[in-house]
């Protein structure tokens, strides 16, 4: 079992930056692999990014590859994502998740922290 827990989201401007947390519990952390999600009202979780158990391989979206980079701390069981230039598309609810399985798709990830607020304005 692993417990997630999300802090660092706000109201940022356009070009801004945050820097999102995810705490997670247990000592078996570094079995999973983490990623970042967001989902917007009324659309499906979108992949962020994500990183393999040893953080030696991350992926990111498309859309915010060049901005966003994930990283992770095994010694401190916690996943981090750096957002800079911050676009007001890029305004959701930002979800961590880890799970045993590498890829984007939300069915790979087992567990799932309560998500913190990200907005951006123009």
């Known amino acids: 079992q692993v417990q997630l827990v999300e802090s660092g989201g706000g109201l940022v401007q356009a070009g801004g930056s945050l820097r999102l947390s995810c705490a997670a519990s247990?000592?078996?952390?570094?079995?999973?692999?983490t990623a970042w999600f967001r989902q917007t009202p009324g659309k499906e979780r979108e992949f962020v990014a994500t990183?393999?158990?040893?953080?030696?391989?991350?992926s990111h979206a498309d859309s915010v590859k060049g901005r966003f980079t994930i990283s992770r701390d095994n010694a401190k069981n916690t996943v981090y994502l750096q957002m800079n230039s911050l676009k007001p598309e890029d305004t959701a609810v930002y979800y961590c998740?880890?799970?045993?399985?590498?890829?984007?798709?939300?069915?790979?990830?087992?567990?799932w922290g309560q998500g913190t607020q990200v907005t951006v304005s123009s």
């Open positions: 990183i393999s158990r040893s953080g030696g391989t991350t």
């Open positions: 998740a880890a799970g045993l399985s590498w890829g984007s798709q939300v069915r790979l990830y087992d567990y």
């Open positions: 247990g000592r078996t952390f570094s079995t999973y692999h």
